[in-house]
C-alpha cells in the first residue's frame, strides 16, 4: 500500500532573517503525515491524542516532547474529534546546528540525532514532569508573537535553554525509551499486517501469550486497547490514502481493512468528526496551511 508522505519546507515559516519559528496549534485531522527540512521540537500543553512517527502510533499527553529531525515522518492527532490537543510547535532551521555545537554534548542521544550520519534512534520522547519546559515555551511564544526590540535573541536563548534542559532530562531519566519488551515485536507486527483479518487472539499466539495477558500488556505499553490501535491505525493510513489519491472511498476503505461500508463510515465519523468525502473534499492543501507542523 502506497501513499505520498508530504514535505514541508521551512520557507513557509520562517522570517527571510530570522530561522526560528514557534506556533501553538490546535491539532485536528487535516495534515498529512509529512517529513520537513527543518528541525522540530513539539510540546504537548493540553489534551491528548497521538502521535504517528514513521510506522509507530504514539499515545500522547499533556507534558510530553519530542524532537523530530530531518526525515522523519509524522503528524500529531486528537483522538477523537471531541478531545482538543494543544500543541507547541518550536521548528529552527539546520543551519543553526552549527552555532549550537558548543551547547550540546557529543556524548548524548540528542547530539547523535541532530549531528549523527546514522543516529541509532529517528526521533526522541522526553516527559516534562514538573512543567519545566511549559513556562519556556509559553515564553518563547509570546515573544515570537509580540515581536519585541531584540526578540530574535532572547527566542535563541530559549532555543539554548531547551536544548540544554533536554539533556539534563536525559541523564535524570525523563527520557522516553521505546518498549523493549516483547511487545516491539506484536506492535509492528500490527503495524505490518493492519489492513488484514487480525484478531488479538492471533497477535497473543504470535506473542506467546494468553490473550487476557497480552491485553493487559498491550493496554499497559501502548495506552490504548488492541482494537482502538487497531482502528486508530486504519482511519490514519486511510486518511492519508484519501488525501494523497484519487481512489474511491471504497477501495480506501477495502484497502485498510474495512469491507462493511457502513461500519466504516461511523467510525470514520466518530475518528475525524467528518464523513470521508467531507474529509477528502475539505483537506486544504499543505503549502497553504501555515498553522501547524
Known sequence: MNWRIIELSGDIFFNPDFDIFINREVEGFCLSQHTHDFIEISYVEEGSGYHYVEDQMIPIKRGDLFVIPIGTSHVFRPSSQDNQLVIYNCIFRTCLL????????????????????????????????????????????????????????????????????????????????????????????????FATNLTVQQVAERSFMSPSHFQRLFKKTTGVT?????????????????????????????????????????LFRKKTGVTPREYRRSTPDPEFRMASM
Open 98 to 193: 552549527e552555532q549550537l555545537k558548543s551547547v550540546i554534548c557529543e556524548s548524548t542521544k540528542l547530539h547523535s540525532l541532530l549531528y549523527g550520519s546514522s543516529p541509532s534512534a529517528k526521533w526522541l520522547q522526553y516527559q516534562d514532569k514538573f512543567d519545566k519546559f511549559l513556562s519556556i515555551m509559553h515564553g518563547m511564544f509570546r515573544e515570537y508573537l509580540k515581536k519585541g526590540p531584540r526578540y530574535e535573541f532572547l527566542m535563541m536563548g530559549q532555543l539554548i535553554q531547551v536544548l540544554a534542559m533536554l539533556q539534563r532530562y536525559e541523564c535524570d531519566g525523563s527520557m522516553v525509551s521505546t518498549p523493549t519488551n516483547n511487545m516491539d515485536d506484536a506492535i509492528q507486527y500490527i503495524n505490518d499486517r
Open 226 to 266: 488492541f482494537m482502538q490501535y487497531l482502528q486508530n491505525i486504519r482511519v490514519q493510513r486511510c486518511c492519508e490514502l484519501l488525501k494523497s489519491t484519487e481512489i474511491s472511498i471504497q477501495e480506501a476503505a477495502n484497502q485498510v481493512g474495512y469491507q462493511d461500508m457502513k461500519f466504516f463510515h461511523s
